[in-house]
């Protein structure tokens, strides 16, 4: 499959007064075509900001570094003016939070037309067809009422239908890479899986890659080929959907695994450090149960194990050796 | 120990309130001392109103509300002090249920200066061995509620409606605003704080993950009704209402 978005070493840090607070750690990863990579992580752990780094959305005080190929084009660093080719014709996204994402004094019919007239007056014929389109789009998500729905105002509609709405937004262009941003949250049990079968009759209908950015596994595991699993600013463990479900190695994605309540429910003790007090070595070091020496001095490297698994921790040193024991491990670096 | 029986509340609008919501309609439960209850139910289905007429923030339309022997729809306001004390919340926003201007400080010893605790124990003690059993250390004392995240924020408060040894606990959507593994640190606190003191729980979620490992016994709400009440093997193994059933099926395995 074709690479569709190459991200290569993406750092992104934010100024603040004099100080530097590194926030992005050497993020690399792929998107191919038609493929749904899952972004899975905490709340804090820079996942919405890689998502803003790529549609150059960041605030102004954001220093970046690193390179992001669209279609093998650099992106990252290109002046607003020509990225505003790629913004929502060819990356677009779909923000969280809907209630607060859409405008509360315009007809939801509109905005989404805006997203292809750019607010410009139109000729009537291309009028008549961008409202054939929403509606066709609208029938397509299921909103009830389709035609009826376009005059309705934002505070008119349920949270499932708004995030339908936000949905059609970043669609009605036929972008090739869609970023949806936390499409499960705080969303009640029934309207989730409303919410996951649309994502899911998207992937198959549109054929555009997708990033999703949640914590909510469930969902990730009924639309994601890949999970890339972020800490603290660094991506430390990514590989296919249900091995990193089922045979997570990172003790992070194992602990945040165990987590859940229906594997187990078991506590992962301590909380993510705050990104201006870092320690020098793996950031997961002061929480990992098995913590090595080198752990707390040296950062981990990606570990690659050939078939497009990595883990960013030093018991994967080498590819296609399993777990080593740590007592091992530590004998040896006291030698 | 709580017992609800015909509780209706029923909003009215319109000319001569001609246009009637039944937020509520006819809810009766009962929750046992020692016991974790769950309820679920999708947005809008009543579950907030519920709690407020129990918390006596809002007057029902009808039925019995009775703690531990005493109505609560008809006790005034000073019985209302001693039962706030018994009738402690959890809720779902955890950062906005404290002062924005006032330290966490502060907000521990509110409850504690309210009700006069520190009779046999210094105020700063008291606070001291309430956030140390949560895993809050000292040197967060003096910060502001938007400068700590909202686990914190959660535990602060779990930790500040504990401080009064409250009898039941009504816990709305404590984790749905949390991640996965914070949400495990929050369910274990609560579930330890039921062992530890016998606090019966009213558990609101909609997460049926949650509520399957937290509770005993469980209610199905929609549409202001309770159509399905039993305890946790009852309910999830053998589901009888539509509703029910329709709630079951868009559980998502992992």
């Not at chain 1, 262009?173 to 941003?181: G, S, T, Y």
Request: proline share 4%; aromatic share 8%.
């Amino acid at each position: 499959m074709e690479k569709l978005l190459e991200i290569k070493n993406l750092d992104v840090a934010f100024l603040m007064g004099n100080e530097h607070v590194p926030v992005l750690n050497q993020i690399s990863f792929d998107i191919y075509e038609n493929e749904v990579l899952a972004i899975v992580g905490e709340t804090g752990c820079g996942k919405s900001v890689t998502g803003s780094a790529i549609l150059h959305l960041l605030p102004e005080n954001a220093v970046t570094d690193g390179e992001i190929y669209y279609k093998n084009q650099e992106i990252l660093k290109l002046s607003e003016e020509k990225f505003r080719k790629f913004r929502g014709r060819e990356i677009a996204s779909v923000p969280q939070s809907p209630s607060t994402s859409l405008d509360p004094m315009m007809v939801v019919g509109e905005q989404v037309a805006e997203c292809v007239t750019g607010g410009y007056r139109q000729k009537k014929a291309d009028r008549e067809n961008i409202q054939t389109r929403i509606w066709d789009i609208f029938s397509h998500l299921k909103l009830p009422g389709e035609r009826k729905i376009c005059h309705a105002y934002p505070c008119q509609l349920s949270g499932g239908m708004s995030q339908r709405v936000l949905i059609s937004m970043g669609v009605i262009a036929e972008p090739r890479l869609l970023i949806v941003d936390e499409p499960t949250k705080a969303v009640d049990w029934i309207l989730r899986k409303e919410v996951v079968n649309v994502l899911r009759q998207m992937k198959d209908e549109m054929e555009c890659g997708m990033m999703l950015i949640t914590h909510d596994f469930g969902a990730a595991s009924q639309i994601a080929d890949r999970i890339g699993v972020m800490y603290c600013g660094q991506m430390v463990e990514i590989g296919k959907a249900d091995e990193i479900l089922n045979k997570p190695k990172h003790p992070y994605t194992k602990g945040l695994i165990d987590a859940l309540p229906s594997r187990g429910f078991h506590v992962m003790e301590g909380f993510m450090p705050s990104f201006s007090e870092l320690s020098a070595g793996c950031r997961f070091a002061p929480r990992c149960s098995r913590c090595l020496e080198r752990c707390r001095r040296h950062i981990p490297e990606m570990y690659e194990d050939g078939n497009g698994r990595q883990v960013r921790c030093f018991l994967f040193e080498e590819s296609g050796v399993a777990y080593r024991s740590p007592c091992i491990e530590e004998a040896v670096f006291n030698a | 120990m709580l017992e609800i029986s015909h509780l209706s509340k029923t909003y009215t609008s319109g000319f001569l309130g001609n246009r009637r919501v039944d937020a509520v309609k006819d809810v009766s439960f009962q929750i046992h001392s020692g016991e974790i209850f769950g309820l679920i139910g999708e947005s809008g289905s009543g579950k907030t109103t519920l709690t407020r007429m129990i918390g006596g923030f809002l007057k029902p339309s009808s039925g019995e509300i009775t703690f531990e022997g005493k109505n609560l729809v008809k006790a005034n306001a000073r019985e209302w002090h001693q039962l706030r004390q018994q009738i402690q919340f959890v809720f779902q926003h955890p950062q906005l249920t404290f002062h924005p201007r006032r330290n966490i400080y502060f907000a521990c010893a509110e409850p504690i200066r309210l009700y006069h605790l520190d009779r046999h124990i210094s105020e700063k003690d008291m606070i001291r061995h309430m956030l140390r059993r949560v895993g809050i250390s000292e040197d967060q004392w003096h910060k502001y509620p938007h400068e700590i995240s909202g686990g914190q924020a959660q535990r602060i408060a779990i930790a500040r409606a504990l401080s009064l040894n409250p009898k039941l606990l009504i816990c709305d959507e404590p984790t749905s605003m949390l991640d996965v593994s914070v949400q495990a640190q929050i369910l274990r606190l609560l579930l330890r704080a039921n062992e530890k003191y016998h606090v019966a729980m009213l558990f609101i979620s909609h997460d049926l993950d949650v509520i399957r490992a937290v509770c005993q016994r469980v209610a199905v709400m929609h549409k202001g009704e309770i159509v399905e009440t039993g305890t946790i093997e009852e309910v999830f193994g053998n589901p009888k209402h539509e509703y029910t059933k329709k709630l079951l099926s868009a559980h998502m395995e992992v």
